[in-house]
């Protein structure tokens, strides 16, 4: 499969990486790419990988061979606190918040590693989540799904990244919620975030995207422009459950 071309540097390539969990394996050979300033969704049923490949790259799963290159530096391996010193955040799909801890404690405990001013980056959240501002000092566990899930990409702003690794933001919301986080999402891109997205709402998260893997048994089957993989009804009946 022919891999993606750039005219400009890519800030993440990932070259023939394999990995899984201590011995057992989940990913093959898989080489994904994407620029700057973009959002690049993996879709794919479920079981096929998508959430483990994001824990690999982020060191939260068992990496065997492969590159990880960000902005061309070999990143497989390194410590999770020099990623996010580096410019990368991640969010879990689950246990993203701490729900004992207010939103501005959530917030505060997203800034331990940042060395900017604390207060400039929490207002800088609350303009992107205004409905957060209000409940600042209320405890997450108040929260409704999406309310969390925008709490949990507040905290991986809090310092300042240039890529963001989300797993799943939209998963058990309601259809209003799901298209909510998915404006936020691109919003933050379009304010120059690039975002390596998984998601399993397809149809919502390509609309957005520009660019899509689709993965099947730990391995890509196809990658390809967003729309395009919108618009093809096989690639989105075998893999995807798009039906007419």
């Not at 499969?1 to 390539?13: G, S, V």
């Not at 990496?63 to 391996?77: E, L, M, P, Q």
């Not at 949990?152 to 986080?181: C, K, N």
Request: glycine share 8%.
């Amino acid at each position: 499969m022919k891999a993606r071309e750039f005219e400009e540097e890519p800030i993440l390539q990932v070259n023939k990486l394999q990995g899984g969990y201590g011995k057992v394996q989940i990913i093959y050979d898989i080489s994904l790419a994407m620029k700057k300033k973009e959002i690049v969704t993996i879709i794919g049923p479920n079981g096929c990988g998508k959430s483990t490949f994001l824990k690999i790259i982020y060191g939260l799963a068992t990496h065997y061979s492969g590159d990880v290159k960000y902005f061309n530096t070999n990143i497989a391996r390194k410590r999770t606190d020099l990623l996010v010193k580096w410019g990368i955040s991640y969010v879990p799909q689950v246990n993203n918040v701490f729900p004992d801890l207010t939103i501005e404690e959530n917030l505060e405990m997203g800034f331990y590693l940042s060395d900017s001013n604390l207060e400039e980056a929490i207002d800088y959240v609350f303009s992107i989540f205004p409905d957060l501002k209000p409940r600042r000092h209320d405890f997450a566990s108040t929260l409704s799904g999406g309310q969390r899930q925008m709490l949990a990409l507040g905290r991986a702003l809090m310092t300042a990244p240039t890529l963001i690794l989300l797993d799943e933001p939209t998963a058990a919301l309601s259809p209003s919620y799901v298209e909510t986080i998915l404006k936020k999402i691109n919003e933050l891109r379009e304010e120059g975030l690039s975002i390596l997205l998984v998601e399993q709402n397809a149809k919502s998260a390509l609309k957005y995207s520009d660019y899509g893997y689709v993965f099947s048994s730990g391995k890509v089957v196809h990658h390809g422009e967003a729309q395009t993989i919108l618009e093809d009804p096989q690639l989105g009946e075998k893999f995807l459950g798009f039906t007419d």
